[in-house]
């Protein structure tokens, strides 16, 4: 018994002490352009993003808003491409806008998405 407590206590200061770090984005800007009527490619940059879905995620964050802004409801995801150097992170995504729910498994709906990028701090358009 005093064996499996020694074990917890080990394992739990471990967690705590471990070399994880907080979450501490910096957004560094959106860069939008239309590319040919409903489709819009979004360049983004940041630092802190602990991995690839940090990028894609500021993304779909301003492909959100920008739909919004448009007067459109949703948005699909094309693609996106997501480089590192240095500590710098940069994604370079395309997403279509439509007034329906587009056909894919990519989409999203704007006004939720945009909703929870707010919640969570992540800036958009």
Same mark, same amino acid.
């Given at each position: 018994?005093?064996?499996?407590?020694?074990? #917890?206590?080990a394992l739990s200061g471990?967690?705590?002490?471990?070399? /994880?770090? %907080?979450? %501490? *984005?910096?957004?560094?800007?959106? /860069?939008?352009?239309?590319? $040919?009527? /409903?489709?819009?490619?979004?360049? &983004?940059?940041?630092?802190? %993003?602990?991995? /690839?879905? $940090? &990028?894609?995620?500021? %993304?779909?964050?301003?492909?959100a808003q920008y739909a919004?802004?448009?007067?459109?409801?949703?948005?699909?995801?094309?693609? #996106?491409? &997501?480089?590192?150097?240095?500590?710098?992170?940069r994604g370079d995504a395309?997403?279509?806008?439509?007034?329906?729910? *587009?056909?894919?498994?990519?989409?999203? $709906?704007?006004?939720? #998405?945009?909703? $929870?990028?707010?919640?969570?701090?992540? *800036?958009? &358009?």
């Amino acid at each position: 018994m005093a064996a499996a407590l020694i074990s #917890t206590l080990a394992l739990s200061g471990c967690a705590e002490g471990g070399t /994880e770090h %907080a979450f %501490a *984005p910096d957004y560094q800007g959106i /860069e939008t352009r239309l590319l $040919d009527g /409903e489709l819009v490619n979004f360049r &983004v940059a940041m630092r802190g %993003a602990r991995d /690839e879905s $940090d &990028v894609e995620r500021y %993304a779909e964050c301003a492909a959100a808003q920008y739909a919004l802004i448009r007067g459109y409801g949703f948005a699909r995801h094309v693609r #996106t491409l &997501v480089s590192e150097e240095g500590g710098n992170w940069r994604g370079d995504a395309v997403y279509t806008i439509s007034a329906a729910l *587009p056909r894919g498994l990519r989409t999203i $709906d704007a006004e939720v #998405t945009a909703a $929870d990028c707010a919640e969570n701090g992540i *800036p958009m &358009v």
